[in-house]
């Protein structure tokens, strides 16, 4: 009775020992929540006082460890804390409509993570460039992107093509040169329903943007987004909100079916032809543009070309010099140019002189220029252009020098 005894007292101890153990046993996400709090002031608001972080307002676990950290609309202020990296079973960040500050955390160690949402109408202060650890060998199931409202700038990660997102919210930032450059990895971006880049400083033309079956919201509104609209967005099936005011898109006003799609483009706000959309344009223009489009529509042509007519009688379009309405002289020097030269020149068939000199044009001279009867003048001289000079009339001079690799 006594062994009994003895092994039952044992078993009892041995039993409470361990249940006193797993109960000490807090989450191995414990150091890492510990550092967000702190980073972000310890707020009483939160409440979060318990000690096992998988008992606090706004954060999920499974099987011990954080998976969803959900706390957007708490007017926060600080910083996220690089310490975030090791929460390695994390699913789930929003700290939307905060007043955060610093530099994005570096999450590369996330790969459960499938949303990031970091916006604030209020401005959240997030500073730096799009992290590249967002890209999609980095986090494959990432599906919704919002960084919008903050101090963000640069380009759009070339590694966002071919991800899963299905939704991009990066407008509105504060910071002084804003996001900028190209938004051409759209187009390989074919999941995308909903893409946000308003207010901000986008430039080059509008992509095609047909291999994104499911989009149907796309803002573009206030950038410097240039050339024309595609018909691939115009005739879109899924689109139902287009937003494309203040920008310097040319051509036709695109004429979008309006009982299916809301329109923001406010008349004169662009560098359209005609404000009446689907209205024919000029043929001059048309082949101005056609120029522009392997030069990625520069600045400087996209800016001060306006309106119906390159040849009018009060003001005439940068570059272009007319004899009544034909374009005789085109005048493109130090224009930063860069791409090719266009075989669409040959179609001014009045076009005595062409100036395209200290650009950074490269490829060749288009053989079709050869076919202008009135053609005197061709400098073409410093830039990157290479292979063979066409053969020219004998009464046409034709300047390249500063070209390295011409007649080669």
């Known amino acids: 009775m006594k062994k009994l005894d003895v092994v039952v007292c044992v078993s009892i101890l041995l039993y409470l020992t361990i249940s006193i153990e797993s109960q000490s046993i807090s989450s191995p996400d414990t150091p890492p929540m510990l550092a967000l709090k702190a980073s972000l002031g310890n707020p009483e608001s939160l409440g979060w006082s318990d000690p096992d972080p998988c008992k606090w307002?706004?954060?999920?676990?499974?099987?011990?460890?954080?998976?969803?950290?959900?706390?957007?609309?708490q007017n926060l202020k600080g910083t996220l804390p690089q310490d975030l990296n090791n929460l390695t079973w994390l699913k789930k960040l929003d700290v939307m409509k905060n007043q955060l500050s610093g530099p994005l955390p570096i999450l590369s160690e996330l790969n459960s993570l499938q949303q990031v949402l970091i916006f604030s109408a209020n401005g959240a202060n997030v500073i730096g460039?799009?992290?590249?650890?967002?890209e999609a060998n980095t986090f494959p199931g990432?599906?919704?992107l919002h960084l919008a409202f903050n101090n963000i700038q640069g380009p759009i990660l070339l590694g966002f093509e071919n991800t899963f997102l299905q939704s991009l919210w990066l407008n509105g930032q504060m910071s002084e040169s804003k996001l900028n450059g190209s938004i051409a990895v759209l187009q390989?971006?074919?999941y995308l329903t909903k893409v946000w880049l308003h207010?901000?400083?986008?430039?080059?033309?509008?992509?095609?943007?047909s291999r994104l079956s499911n989009f149907n919201q796309l803002s573009l509104r206030d950038n410097n987004l240039m050339g024309i609209v595609p018909l691939s967005v115009v005739n879109h099936p899924k689109l139902a909100i287009v937003n494309l005011t203040n920008n310097y898109l040319q051509g036709p006003t695109p004429k979008f079916d309006t009982f299916k799609v809301a329109v923001d483009m406010n008349k004169g706000s662009n560098n359209f032809c005609l404000d009446e959309p689907g209205t024919p344009y000029d043929d001059r223009v048309n082949i101005l543009l056609s120029i522009l489009e392997p030069l990625g529509y520069p600045a400087i042509p996209t800016h001060a070309w306006k309106g119906n007519d390159p040849c009018p009688n009060i003001k005439r379009w940068s570059g272009?010099?007319?004899?009544?309405?034909?374009?005789?002289?085109v005048y493109m020097i130090y224009w930063g140019l860069s791409g090719t030269i266009s075989p669409y020149f040959s179609k001014f068939l009045s076009l005595e002189r062409l100036y395209l000199r200290n650009n950074s044009l490269?490829?060749?001279?288009?053989?079709?220029?050869?076919?202008?009867?009135?053609?005197?003048?061709?400098?073409v001289s410093h830039n990157n252009l290479s292979s063979k000079i066409p053969h020219f009339r004998p009464n046409v001079r034709v300047y390249t020098e500063g070209n390295p690799n011409i007649g080669k």
């Open 129 to 134: 460039t799009i992290p590249n650890f967002l």
């Open 188 to 190: 390989n971006m074919t």
């Open 362 to 379: 490269t490829d060749t001279i288009p053989n079709g220029l050869t076919t202008l009867s009135k053609l005197k003048w061709l400098d």
């Open 320 to 329: 272009i010099y007319c004899d009544q309405r034909n374009i005789i002289f």
């Open 142 to 144: 990432l599906k919704h």
């Open 57 to 73: 307002a706004h954060v999920s676990c499974y099987n011990n460890r954080v998976t969803d950290i959900q706390i957007g609309n």
């Open 199 to 209: 207010g901000n400083e986008f430039t080059g033309p509008m992509p095609d943007l």
